[in-house]
């Protein structure tokens, strides 16, 4: 019947003339086929690209490549398959059976990819696609899957997805509806091994990418990215991890939104000490510590946002840590609005934290409010919020409500810092420095004498005897905590300054004082 058939075909013109063929393998020992004719392949699963439709043309007018360009037994034409539909890793011949090792194949496919300018598409499969290392990707190319699951990699103890940026640098990718697991989860047995990588430098930097729906499984780092700019990260999830981003190199304009990370070591992990971040904004996530983790730790980063996060169940250290790092300072940030709370004893929730005086002080500076700090462990938490270093200054700490065993806020050693509107409802609030204090609630558990309040062009400040040291303006008070009483029955409130300058002598302040009847007996 074959026989009759390919007699049929070989007398008729080439116009329209189809061959059905079983394998892709019949296909090319077919010794009637003429250029311009088409092969039907019944095998439509397996082999070099699968079945489907494949053009009989010329060999010298086409570049074999062994995969969908192939050589006829006659070495005058090739089969080049007919690209009308997506060319999957199933395609390929991986096959999802958490079993075999698909590496070979997957990195073969990625660089046909690659080369063709197609999305690496995850086929249907059954289960996992293991594979024993890492996919590398030497430039840019989308990641993505079909049906109504996502593309499932296990990587058994090994890197799972690479950008190198060997050839060019990675830009314009999305990577999206994939799940990437680890064979043995770091929560069980640390490791050091990376889901996705995005490898960069300074002339190669990774650039508008988008990296969504993800789901990273047990590895001691869920994203590395280095030098990445103007990426997105939307709706990835790491769970049994130790990291969940880390960021390296220099570092501009990036988002991460509606993410979730739990994690034992850090959720984000901002900076590397060496190089500039900024512009960093990550709003709306759930980190949960699983009982160790922190939230989020930022070295040298400036000028980003932190808001409307969940950080529940935090471990033992602190939360949100905004520190300085070598010659870069944390500047600019905005914290605001996050629910941080620890599944027992913990150390701080926030942290600001600035030992570099070099930098301009107008872009020194944080915004820290209507955050929601406590431990569900009564007496869990040490410290609320703390502002320290030697060079920590002109923070604004509002609306904040705070309930801890020992300090909800320690103002340490920062300057011009103003502190309104908060619920201290813990220990209480203390301070180191000068700073303007107004309509908070809690106790002030010391030094009283660094309060002040401004009205208009003059200052209230706190203080048991008369300054002896500063620059004052006239109008400005100094109130006592606790009045006294003289022999007369008049009670001493302060003083009141009656000249601008640093002198204080008698000509500069006079007592305030007021007059108590004692009631009749």
Partial sequence: EDARDEAILAAQSAEDRVWNKATLADAQANSFALAGDSVNIKERTAGNGGGAMWDCVDINAVAVNGFDIVACDNATLALV????????TVHFGAIGDNSTDNHPVLQAYADWCINVGQAFTFGEANDFYKITDSIKFKSS???????????????????????????SRTTNVVIEKVYIANTIRHSNTPNTFVALTFNGSDPKRPFWNTVKDLFIDGFGTAILAEYMWSTDFYGVSSVFSGNGIVVTGKSVNNRVTNCSFGSNLIGIKLGDGANTL??????????????????????????????????DFMGAGTAILVRSAGALSPTGWDIVGNYVAFSGSGITGIRLLNNLTTNNPPNKGHTVSNNRIFSYSAGGLENGLVSDGTAEENNIIKENLIITANVDFNNGVASNTIIKDNSFLGAGFQTSTLCIYKDNVGTIVSSVVNISETFGNTTKYFGASVPTTGNYKAGDTIQKPVPSKDANGMVLMGWVRLTTGSTHTGNDWAAQYVSVVSPAV
């Fill in 81 to 88: 398959l007919r690209v009308d539909r997506i060319i999957t």
């Fill in 141 to 167: 190319c989308n990641i993505t899957s079909i049906g109504k699951n996502k593309g499932k990699l296990a990587c058994h103890q090994c890197d799972g997805i690479v950008y190198t940026s060997t050839d």
């Fill in 278 to 311: 900024e512009g960093w904004h990550i709003e709306g996530n759930l980190f949960d510590g699983t009982g160790a983790g922190v939230a989020i730790d930022a070295l040298g980063a400036g000028h980003c946002t932190f808001s409307n996060n969940i950080c």
